[in-house]
């Protein structure tokens, strides 16, 4: 074959590939481990399924920057053909003109959020004052963070999408919830992935195809049950996508529209609601670290007014937290699969046009090689010996990429970072966080955390005491 350069896993077994030794539930896991065998590039065959899987920095950069309009495909599964998703969406559409401009049109009109800052406070502040009030009746009696998280973030998503929230008690946030645990467990690299990888599993209707058609079919209520009738506000996401189907020069249809907004309300939404689950989970485990975030608030904030996205810039420590949060906990670990779009390199390897590679930032990211101490969260590791945070271009910064490089990189990326400014810091102003039963709560250690397409810890209750008391 023409990727006989690329050593390739074994035992092979017909039909089967590397399949029937393959833990699909640790996928990341499994190819990490793999990586220390057979070195940081090589390949799995699963099912008919021929994967390039790349693990460290430098085979990384290769794709997805140096040769990064080649590598900038993503591959046709069944899960994102079915209904032709994969023609309307973006997470899951290959490097087409189409895609090219969905990604411009969403990223202007996010822009308007993300970068302008004013306008990104507008809409997230109520969501804080929200959380607050939420956090603070529980006084001080345990309680699970994660549907408060999970609810907050998801209306500043709706915000920004829709130009409209919903109530915490209304049932439209808990299937929102339930969407996007349907569509994270098919389109997580775990089991539903069966269903790309054997052909003939959904004609079997088994579980995976169920999950499957049962979170398309909740997805399309929600959609014209929810929000076809809503007064959709002018500057919003899906507004100015809407505008683009009365354009007939450009093929964006109301499918398309639907897919998309599917696409963003379940990538910024989960993504960001985890990672601050995650970065509780941590702070009550390191205690430490939640008085020194505290202490840089207090100096640069104080008590008397609401933190601002203009403290980011002098707030290091609370920079260096986040990097590394991105880092330990790397809970998209495994990308969204690309695929190349033609013949290429990587690093010294050709690669046929064609040929799916699964980016392994989970590997990168705890790369020993590199990182002293990879499964230790030390935030001190990007601040350099004045407490100042290291620059962009220093190699420990270059080498996280949580959010992806080059053509595919997030969309979300300045978004999700100044959300979770906005609101962590709003609420360590206000509380201190401690664990609700410290020998029952779930290990900080992202390897106990079960994958889907993302990442998720154990749930867990915690205490929040105030902190104006
Ligand atoms: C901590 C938060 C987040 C993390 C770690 C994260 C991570 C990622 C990663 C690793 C990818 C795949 C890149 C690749 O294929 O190489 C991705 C894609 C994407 N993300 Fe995020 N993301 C986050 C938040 C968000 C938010 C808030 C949004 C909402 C706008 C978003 C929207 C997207 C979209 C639309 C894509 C697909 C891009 C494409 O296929 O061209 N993400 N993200």
Known sequence: SELSGIPAVKPRWPLFGNALFFDLTKTHIVLTELAQKYGPVFRIKLYGDEIVVLNDYKSIYSALVANGNEVAGRPSMYRTEHADRNRNSIVWQTYTPKLKMLRKEVHKSLRMFGDGLNSLEDKCFPEVEALIARIRDTDGHPFDPWDYIYDTTCNVMLLLLLGVRFSYTGDELTQLKEISRLFNHTFGSGSGSRLDVIPWLHIL?????????????????????????????NDSVVADLLRLTENPGIDVTETTVKETFTNLILAGTDTTATAMTCLLLILIHRPEVQDRL???????????????????????YFEAC???????IS????????????????????IPADTTIYINLWAMHHDASFWNDPWVFQPERFLDEHGCILPPQ???????????????????????????????????QNFSFEAADIQSIPDMDPRTYSLGLVLHPGRFKLKAKRRDR
């Open 205 to 233: 209707r088994n579980q995976d195809f169920s999950v499957l058609k049962s979170a398309l079919k909740l997805r399309n209520s929600f959609w014209e049950d929810r929000i076809k009738d809503l007064p959709i506000k």
């Open 294 to 316: 505290q202490a840089e608030l207090d100096t640069v904030v104080g008590q008397k007014r609401k933190p601002c996205l203009a403290d980011r810039a002098v707030m290091p």
């Open 322 to 328: 986040v990097l590394e949060l991105l880092r330990y």
């Open 331 to 350: 809970h998209v670990p495994l990308a969204v699969p690309h695929s190349t779009i033609s013949d290429t390199y990587i690093e010294e390897h050709k």
């Open 394 to 428: 220093h190699e420990f910064r270059r080498r996280v990429m949580a959010f992806g490089a080059g053509r595919r990189v997030c969309l979300g990326e300045v978004l999700a970072k100044n959300r979770l400014f906005l609101f962590v810091s709003a609420i360590l």
